[in-house]
């Protein structure tokens, strides 16, 4: 069965600074896709990035980037010049093309200092 | 264009009342889904649809959730005699099955008293 795993429950950042939020994920699948996604107090879900786990290239999105090692299922997400706004929930999620299933792990909380 | 929209956005029952829940997905998304999302959790897989085919409703966690989508589009959840563990927020959320991305509502909050 596919897993997601996100370690950090909650971490904090000092504006402007960069922060690495972890996330592993488990899967027997060869074919499947990456996300983060960041939910605000507002609740709604936001894609922050995705990858695809044919590509060797990590995703950029401006300040957001991903550090994808395949062979040690780790998708990391990490954010650049920190800004008040970036603070939310992060979830990492996991989706198979032969399920139509997206995993999600349990979240971490990004708090950003000013 | 419009993302997906929920209705209501908050919902207040009564313990043993059924209450419905709506989903209108992005127009022309195929893919349909539905997650529960209980305070400081993650997102729990309940139900999806996709075009015509029958729905893989694995996830529904027990007889008194049921949803179904008419004409391929507008989805209801329904959840009958409500009980308070399922207090939750409830997320829908629709995508191209090609594109592989979800886009999300922004929830119904259900609170059970």
């Known amino acids: 069965a596919q897993t997601v795993t996100q370690s950090q429950p909650e971490m904090s950042v000092q504006e402007a600074e960069t922060v690495t939020l972890s996330c592993t994920y488990d899967?027997?699948?060869?074919?499947?896709?990456l996300f983060w996604y960041k939910q605000p107090p507002s609740r709604q879900m936001i894609l922050v990035i995705r990858?695809?786990?044919?590509?060797?290239q990590n995703a950029t999105e401006n300040r957001f980037s991903v550090n994808f090692q395949k062979a040690a299922k780790s998708f990391s997400l990490k954010i650049s010049d920190s800004q008040l706004g970036d603070a939310a929930m992060y979830f990492c999620?996991?989706?198979?093309?032969?399920?139509?299933?997206?995993?999600f792990g349990t979240g971490t909380r990004l708090k950003v200092l000013a | 264009g419009a993302g997906v929209s929920q209705s209501p956005s908050n919902k207040v029952t009564e313990k043993g009342k059924d209450v419905e829940l709506r989903c209108d997905p992005i127009?022309?998304?195929?893919?349909l889904y539905w997650y529960r999302q209980s305070l400081g959790q993650g997102l729990e897989f309940l139900i999806y649809?996709?075009?015509?085919?029958?729905?893989?409703k694995s996830g529904l966690p027990s007889d008194r959730f049921s949803a179904e989508r008419t004409g391929g589009s507008v989805s209801t959840l329904t959840i009958q005699r409500t009980q308070q563990e399922d207090s939750a927020v409830y997320l829908c959320?629709?995508?191209?099955?090609?594109?592989?991305?979800?886009?999300f509502g922004p929830g119904t909050r259900l609170l059970v008293l």
């Open positions: 999620a996991h989706y198979t093309s032969g399920t139509y299933k997206y995993i």
């Open positions: 959320a629709s995508s191209l099955v090609d594109e592989k991305t979800q886009y």
């Open positions: 649809f996709q075009g015509n085919s029958a729905p893989d």
């Open positions: 127009s022309g998304h195929t893919a």
């Open positions: 990858q695809e786990a044919y590509k060797q």
């Open positions: 899967t027997s699948e060869s074919d499947y896709y």
